[in-house]
């Protein structure tokens, strides 16, 4: 069973930078691809950025490119998610989600991590 955690959310100013880790705790070996996903409030949830366990094949939302950076720490079977450069509407909740193959939908979700962006 895949179980993911996220950690690294907080308060921050504009231009500031946060960086947030995905880790799984479960059956690693199932991932085929881990995600992150944001929903501020009063908004639908939006994909930002996804990568290939194996650490290739990232995909960023046009909002999120050249700020944000996706990767995978093999040594500690985590993903991270390195903020540049956050502006206020950035400001949401940041969830991990993995999905099991190419054409699986994203059926393991962590619980979420906030982040606040002040102006």
């Known amino acids: 069973q895949v179980q993911l955690v996220e950690s690294g959310g907080g308060l921050v100013q504009a231009g500031g930078s946060l960086r947030l880790s995905c880790a799984d705790s479960?059956?690693?070996?199932?991932?085929?691809?881990i995600g992150w996903f944001r929903q501020a409030p009063g908004k639908e949830r939006e994909f930002v950025a996804s990568v290939r366990w194996s650490g290739d094949s990232k995909y960023y939302a046009d909002s999120v490119k050249g700020r944000f950076t996706i990767s995978r720490d093999n040594a500690k079977n985590t993903v991270s998610l390195q903020m540049n450069s956050l502006k206020p509407e950035d400001t949401a909740v940041y969830y991990c989600a993995g999905r099991t193959g190419p054409t699986s939908e994203y059926d393991y979700w962590g619980q979420g991590t906030q982040v606040t962006v002040s102006s």
């Open positions: 479960g059956r690693t070996f199932r991932i085929y691809a």
